[in-house]
């Protein structure tokens, strides 16, 4: 090499060493970009000064590779913030959408509260009504629904307000809104006593209640999601089956209120098996409650 050459170099390392300290301080030095600046122009300084003969084809290779992967890094460096960028928008995008489905789902869920409240109201004030009501039924009738009673223990029947109740043990298979085939003839009983003359004039209010058991089948759970759908459901086919007996339809109406309604608390399953039951309602034709789903009354 030359002596030229020999001095830069010389100079060269004195000043990284010497200058290390005051390297250190300038925070752009210690970035990859400038650390490769840093070695390309070394060697491009070492490549024009070096011996007098010029530098031989490994050494300009060498360069070359140099430069190559300088300009790659710089490329995936780009990249990457390119990559982090995107990524931030993405975050704040998705926190955004977050938070208007959260307010959304919020706004929802207190609609819901809402709307079970009012239902709640309603359905209590619809309850108080029919325990309080007194029967309309008249003796006849009253006397053989009595004697009904005892001939199926498990058919119950209150003289006082004239409702009739009907554990689902007795008329579904678990699960089931379908009538049982082997279901005792309790309801075609009930039926031919309803159509007495006495009786004929009279509304008759089907309702369905469940214990607080969940559904939990799937091939049950596909009929009825909840105990809503099996409490309606089943008060729906005990309607079916009276009118297949000959009442008319006109005279009937039907509802559920799943759980909510128990006749004990869910602690046994003897309770449960008492809140689950299907209750029928003889209400007179002017009862406010039959006007609202009588077709001879009902504005609707």
């Given at each position: ?98 938070m208007a489905l959260q307010q959304s789902l919020d706004i929802a869920n207190q609609r819901?509260?809402n709307l079970a409240s009012a239902n709640g109201q309603l359905e209590q004030k619809v ?174």
């Amino acid at each position: 090499m030359s002596r030229h050459a020999l001095h830069l170099s010389t100079s060269y390392h004195t000043l990284t060493a010497g200058s290390h300290e005051d390297l250190s301080l300038n925070a752009n030095l210690t970035t990859p970009s400038t650390r490769w600046l840093l070695l390309l122009g070394a060697l491009a300084v070492l490549l024009a000064t070096g011996c007098h003969q010029g530098p031989d084809r490994r050494t300009q290779a060498s360069l070359m590779r140099s430069q190559e992967l300088y300009q790659q890094n710089m490329a995936l460096m780009q990249q990457r913030d390119g990559y982090a960028s995107e990524l931030a928008g993405i975050r704040h995008t998705h926190d955004t959408e977050k938070m208007a489905l959260q307010q959304s789902l919020d706004i929802a869920n207190q609609r819901l509260s809402n709307l079970a409240s009012a239902n709640g109201q309603l359905e209590q004030k619809v309850h108080n009504m029919l325990a309080s009501q007194r029967s309309p039924l008249p003796d006849s009738a009253t006397r053989e629904l009595e004697d009904l009673r005892r001939r199926f223990p498990d058919f119950e029947f209150d003289p006082i307000t004239g409702v009739s109740k009907f554990p689902t043990d007795l008329l579904f298979a678990s699960g089931s809104d379908q009538i049982r085939p082997d279901a005792p003839p309790v309801l075609q009983e009930f039926s031919r006593i309803m159509n007495d003359l006495n009786t004929k004039h009279l509304r008759i209010l089907v309702v369905g209640h469940t214990d607080d058991e969940a559904i939990s089948k799937p091939a049950t759970r596909a009929k009825h999601p909840t105990n809503w759908h099996l409490s309606t459901n089943r008060a729906n086919s005990v309607v079916l089956a009276l009118s297949k007996s000959g009442v008319a339809d006109t005279r009937m109406g039907s509802a559920g209120y799943s759980m909510f309604q128990p006749r004990s608390p869910n602690l046994s399953e003897k309770d449960r098996q008492a809140n689950r039951r299907v209750e029928i309602f003889v209400l007179p034709a002017d009862s406010p409650l039959a006007q609202n789903w009588d077709p001879a009354h009902s504005v609707n």
